[in-house]
């Protein structure tokens, strides 16, 4: 079973950086991608940012320059970096994971439970 430990969310004002973490246990492929997701009330999911077993990643125009991704593969766990923070960034964060060929934004079949950001003008 997947299971995923989200950690990072928080309060922050307009400007300021916050680092979210995901660890994911229990997947048996060595090759597979993490990524984040994002749900603001009232609107769907969104894929943010992405990163494969090799490094490569992928990341959402909206956030691109101010988001970045990485991976410890060592320690199965991927890191969201987020600078500049906008008050449009407030959501909830979701984590996921899936084995994967080549890093990509959809498709994934393990969610963690997500951790709040929320940011103020």
């Known amino acids: 079973q997947v299971q995923f430990v989200e950690s990072g969310g928080g309060s922050v004002q307009a400007g300021g950086s916050l680092r979210l973490s995901c660890v994911v246990s229990g997947h048996t492929s060595s090759r597979y991608c993490m990524a984040w997701f994002r749900q603001a009330p009232g609107k769907e999911r969104v894929g943010i940012a992405a990163?494969?077993?090799?490094?490569?990643?992928m990341v959402a125009d909206s956030v691109k320059g101010r988001f970045t991704i990485s991976k410890d593969n060592a320690k199965s766990t991927s890191y969201l970096q987020m600078n500049n923070l906008k008050p449009e960034d407030t959501a909830m964060y979701f984590c996921a994971a899936d084995i994967c060929s080549t890093v990509r934004l959809y498709e994934y079949d393990y969610w963690g439970q997500g951790t709040q950001v929320t940011v103020s003008s």
């Open positions: 990163i494969d077993s090799d490094g490569k990643t």
